[in-house]
């Protein structure tokens, strides 16, 4: 037997108590999700038949479509706005020393201790004061915002094993501070700043006292706050169709997972420390 | 700079708002989501609605009810709330003690008010002036399974609490899975299932005296009833687990023999376990013959702030025509609150609803107490206590009834 | 150079400062003043009450039993998930067949919103339909189903491993990312040194990582003091507000009973002793990476 496969086998055998814990919810998830309605309080492991319908039906049951949209809306535009905001500041932070520097840093990691729940009373009469209330947008601005304490501390760290070298000698050669941003550093930064959009795209996607608070209208809920509004004080729970709705909203992000999970961990280890 | 931005944004927003004012046919209409048929309902109201006010646009919130109070406080106190909301009557004294809520007299000619049963219509009149429209009702009953009934050899359904116990005894004995009844022990309405034994053996919430009624006899009895039904093994295992819906489950499967609950099951049932052979009767009666259902009722109230009563008044006047009540209340399988409504062949000749129709005497509803939300949840705090086994019954209500006395002093 | 908006720093910080100071420091500010006001019901202020509510959050006795179980909380999840994370972490670290995959499937639960693992856990809790008490029984564990939920000593711990099943995938990435930067030559060399596995841990693992450990553990600590879901969606705090943890409790202070002005002081409280606990930590963290 090879030194790899006894690595393997003894790691695989290691972590399965763990996998088993980790993979349990999910089984469960889908599980429920193919019960036919009848069976969904039985709780056998395996359903008599399976109810793929139950995926058909779940969709217009539990206004899946536009919440989806919805989800993918937010999370995308709050990356981008929490990116445009913290791009430029975490250069700041990282490249010149100016006064005010080190508050601007403590300002950030106070910033990241504040709960939604605790500030949820005063978000939301400042959305209604900028007349955003129910409006989607209104939680794009919200996500982006708390995003970029965390998205300007990751980046910089990121951006401090980016040689100054390059842009140094970009300015010798006579470009202008501008053009050696954009020609020189940014590509650099591409891995950073890919690795820092997921952190906030899956805090955004995964979000739920904000949305719960701002958002009113069925038409502008987001995938987390609709599988609630399932749950939450009906007089009766369609359990296989909630199951098959947190099914399939998983399954993009564990696909993002699985693509990305690489740089993940290569990204966080350089952000989250230095 | 900065404040720049800032005043440039604060213009802005002012503007938003002020454009928000000018759209002054947009009606903002919150409901609370009943079941999967509440939303659908209330945008074909809409649709209805915009069809004989083409200048009018109706936006419908559909919001849980678990989040709806805390939806409704975040909007009033942001000053964003709709012009018509749909709020537990429980709840009203709190928007008219604000002066949030508008009075409806002025609006209701008698002609609407004969629309209406005046018992449902009573709970939301204070100090002389109508507040609320009864959006939906609800009383409780006893369901029962008389398959087990008759495995467990029990001719007559239990007319007290005493013969409910026996009962529950004999089915429990059918089987491990098999509870003779169901008790609800966790999140909302856990005070209320502990009310309709604490009524029947003579109970008051709030004494003659204004102070709480629990450290009484009846509230020991009936908390002792409870205590020594869940020690027998007469009710299912770990009822501090179970919220009205997982109990409601247990009886739709069968594994129940007796639970109180809402009108809703019956069509739940028809949806769900149509083969299950149940009955409908009285909540048992305590030792001296009293008895008392839970009443309920949501009403739909006006804002106080509104810019569009006038528009929101005939929304309401659409709302409680006979056709539209019936589609409600048929759907969500309410109580009828409408006279008209009630009289209909499908209501009228429904067995179940005759139960809790007849029940409607006996009916109480939760006290006009300001803080009342917090009464209910020092009250669930205390019998699960003692469904737990951590107190003993008088120890538990007579620190509840203190708590509570506290809040009714203030 | 030529003066640019790109050479000039404060101009740089400014759209990502405006945005955060926004978001944070207007309702940082409101959430003082409704604290130290006579509130109603629905927000509206009705006056100055001075300390009036912070001293109603301190003398109710369910404060004091939601401020232990937060402590019991924070600490549990965070180093339970610590103590699971770190050997994790190692085997992943480690060259084997299907490393990929044992990676994706650790950091599942990341991809699900926390509202929805809550939701399904509360599913599989079930006493009756629940799978969790039927995979038992199948397997021989148990012979008859617990209700998990019914009472605080099942339901708490049950939470808090909720709480750490979904904590690792975080914590696990953090520590790979730190695994992964430690070069293998120093292995090497402490093995021509005769160095056992266990001594090379010690002496080179644990002493690279510890600034990854330590970062996961604030991070950890913050957003575990604030999570609400889990409770939340599987007990409400019951039964008995025997599962209450400040964040909960402060969600009914709020919003149920309608007690803002407490609630409000309560959230000031929350964001107070967060900010001593993370310096605190902070500095003992510096001092011993100084030494």
Request: hydrophobic share 50%; aromatic share 12%.
């Amino acid at each position: 037997m090879s030194a790899k496969l006894k690595r393997t086998i003894v790691a695989w055998a290691l972590l399965s108590p763990l996998i088993v814990l980790i993979v349990f919810p999910f089984a469960v998830m889908f599980i429920t999700a193919i019960k036919p309605a009848q069976e969904v309080l039985r709780p056998t492991w395996w359903p008599s038949e399976v109810a793929w319908r139950n995926f058909i039906d779940m969709w217009p049951a539990t206004n899946f479509g536009p919440a989806l949209w919805n989800s993918i809306y937010v999370a995308v535009l709050s990356t981008v706005l929490a990116l445009i905001a913290s791009v430029p500041a975490a250069y700041a932070l990282n490249r010149y020393r100016f006064s005010g520097r080190g508050l601007f840093r403590q300002f950030l990691l106070v910033s990241q201790m504040l709960s939604p729940m605790v500030l949820v009373i005063g978000l939301f009469r400042l959305v209604v004061w900028l007349g955003l209330l129910d409006n989607v947008n209104s939680v794009v601005f919200v996500y982006g915002a708390f995003a970029v304490a965390f998205t300007v501390l990751m980046l910089q760290s990121y951006f401090a094993t980016i040689p100054r070298d390059l842009e140094e000698a970009a300015w010798v050669e006579g470009a202008s501070a501008w053009k050696a941003l954009v020609i020189v550093f940014l590509p650099l930064a591409i891995p950073a700043i890919t690795v820092t959009a997921i952190f906030s795209f899956i805090n955004a996607w995964n979000e739920f006292v904000i949305a719960l608070t701002m958002l009113r209208r069925q038409e502008s809920y987001t995938l987390p706050i609709q599988i609630f509004s399932l749950v939450a004080g009906r007089y009766t729970v369609e359990w296989h169709h909630v199951m098959a709705a947190t099914f399939v909203a998983t399954i993009p992000v564990a696909i993002v997972f699985a693509w990305l999970q690489r740089y993940l961990v290569r990204g966080l280890a350089i952000g989250a420390v230095k | 700079m900065e404040k720049h931005w800032f005043r440039g944004a604060a213009a802005a927003a002012a503007l938003l708002s002020a454009t928000a004012l000018t759209h002054a046919q947009t009606l903002r209409v919150t409901v609370a989501e009943y079941s999967s048929k509440t939303g659908p309902y209330f945008e074909e109201v809409a649709a209805a609605f915009e069809e004989a006010h083409p200048d009018a646009d109706v936006q419908i919130e559909v919001v849980p009810w678990d989040v709806l109070l805390q939806k409704l406080t975040t909007d009033i106190s942001g000053n964003a709330n709709a012009d018509l909301s749909i709020i537990g009557t429980r709840w009203l004294i709190d928007f008219v003690d604000q002066g949030i809520a508008a009075p409806l007299d002025e609006y209701m000619t008698d002609d609407f008010k004969e629309r209406f049963f005046p018992v449902f219509l009573e709970p939301s009149v204070m100090e002389g002036q109508t507040y609320g429209l009864p959006m939906a009702a609800s009383a409780r009953a006893m369901y029962y399974n008389k398959t087990l009934f008759e495995e467990a050899g029990i001719e007559e359904v239990p007319g007290t609490w005493d013969e409910l116990a026996e009962a529950a005894e004999k089915i429990s004995a059918l089987g491990d899975d098999i509870a003779g009844f169901g008790l609800q022990g966790t999140e909302i309405e856990t005070d209320v299932y502990f009310y309709y034994a604490f009524w029947a053996f003579g109970g008051e919430l709030v004494e003659e005296d204004g102070t709480s009624g629990l450290d009484t006899e009846a509230g020991y009895d009936a908390a002792a009833l409870y205590k020594s039904l869940i020690d027998s093994g007469a009710t299912q295992p770990g009822v501090t687990s179970y919220n009205r819906e997982d109990v409601q489950n247990l009886f739709k499967q069968g594994k129940v023999g007796m639970m109180i609950t809402a009108p809703f099951l019956s069509n739940q049932i028809a949806d769900e376990a149509p083969d299950l052979d149940y009955g409908v009767a009285a909540i048992p009666a305590g030792p001296e013959g009293d008895r008392g259902t839970y009443g309920v009722t949501d009403s739909i109230i006006m804002f106080e702030n509104s810019e569009n009563k006038d528009l929101a008044w005939e929304f309401l006047d659409l709302l409680f025509t006979t056709e539209w009540r019936q589609k409600f209340t048929a759907g969500e399988g309410f109580l009828p609150v409408n006279p008209e409504v009630a009289e209909m062949p499908e209501f009228a000749d429904n067995p179940d609803l005759k139960e809790f129709t007849a029940l409607l005497p006996d009916a109480r509803f939760a006290p006009v107490i300001p803080g009342w939300e917090e009464i209910a949840s020092i009250t669930s705090d205390a019998v699960q206590t003692i469904y737990l086994g951590n107190a003993e019954p008088q120890e538990a209500l007579d620190g509840a009834a203190q708590e509570i006395n506290g809040i009714l002093g203030e | 150079m030529t003066r640019s908006p790109v050479t000039n720093p404060y101009l740089l910080v400014l759209p990502g400062f405006l945005l955060a100071a926004f978001i944070i420091l207007w309702p940082l500010y409101q959430l003082g003043t409704i604290s130290l006001s006579e509130v109603n019901r629905f927000g509206q202020l009705r006056g100055f009450a001075g300390l009036d509510n912070y001293i109603a959050v301190f003398t109710d006795p369910d404060f004091l039993g939601a401020l232990w179980r937060t402590l019991v909380w924070t600490v549990g999840i965070v180093f339970g998930s610590l103590i699971i994370s770190v050997p994790v972490a190692l085997i992943l670290n480690e060259d084997f067949y299907g490393r990929s995959l044992a990676r994706v499937i650790v950091m599942l639960p990341w991809a699900v919103s926390l509202t929805m693992t809550a939701i399904v856990w509360r599913w599989a809790l079930n006493g009756e339909s629940g799978m969790l008490n039927s995979g038992l029984q199948a397997i021989g564990i148990i012979d008859t189903n617990i209700q998990w939920l019914a009472r605080a000593s099942t339901a708490f711990p049950v939470q808090i491993l909720i709480g750490v099943l979904v904590t690792i995938p975080f914590t696990t990435t953090i520590f790979l990312g730190g695994l992964s930067s430690i070069s293998d030559d120093l292995y090497e060399a402490a093995r021509l040194e005769g160095a056992s596995r266990w001594q090379a841990f010690r002496q080179i693992t644990l002493p690279l990582i510890r600034p990854f450990l330590n970062i996961s553990i604030v991070l950890n600590m913050i957003y575990v003091f604030n999570s609400f879901p889990i409770i939340w969606a599987t007990t409400q705090g019951g039964p008995a507000n025997s599962t209450d943890i400040l964040v909960t409790y402060l969600y009914k202070l709020g919003f149920r009973f309608g007690k803002l002005g407490e609630a409000s002081a309560l959230s000031v409280m929350m964001f107070a002793l967060l900010l001593i606990f993370t310096i605190t930590y902070v500095a003992l963290a510096m001092r011993s990476e100084r030494q």
